[in-house]
Nanobody, 122 residues
């Protein structure tokens, strides 16, 4: 079974933090770039950030300085640390892989995982 499993979502107050995890099951993540995405109700999927196999990263402007993407190849997992969350960050967050990172914001990735819900509410 080959899949990506995103986890770590939940309910958080404005200004709070969450760390999302993206676990690769059945294949080695270290051969791929990993991207994080979100989709809010009624909106199209939005590319947030990407990390290459050599840890080069990119971010869209709306999350730059608040979100940090990272990876731990020994755990076959990538992460998205999200700080200073606000209501506009409420969405289903998912991860995906491809060969190399495209410019920030693109969503043309090959292998997708199921998402995890993040809700920012007081």
């Amino acid at each position: 079974q080959v899949e990506l499993v995103a986890s770590g979502g939940g309910l958080v107050q404005p200004g709070g933090s969450l760390r999302l995890s993206c676990l690769a099951v059945g294949f080695p993540l270290d051969g791929y770039a990993v991207g994080w995405f979100r989709q809010a109700p009624g909106k199209t999927r939005e590319g947030l950030s990407c990390i290459t196999i050599d840890n080069t990263t990119n971010y869209i402007d709306s999350v730059k300085g608040r979100f940090t993407i990272s990876r731990d190849n020994a755990k076959n997992t990538a992460y998205l640390q999200m700080n200073n969350l606000n209501h506009a960050d409420t969405a289903v967050y998912s991860c995906a892989t491809r060969r190399g990172c495209p410019p920030a914001g693109r969503t043309d990735f090959g292998k997708w995982g199921r998402g995890t819900q993040v809700t920012v509410s007081s």
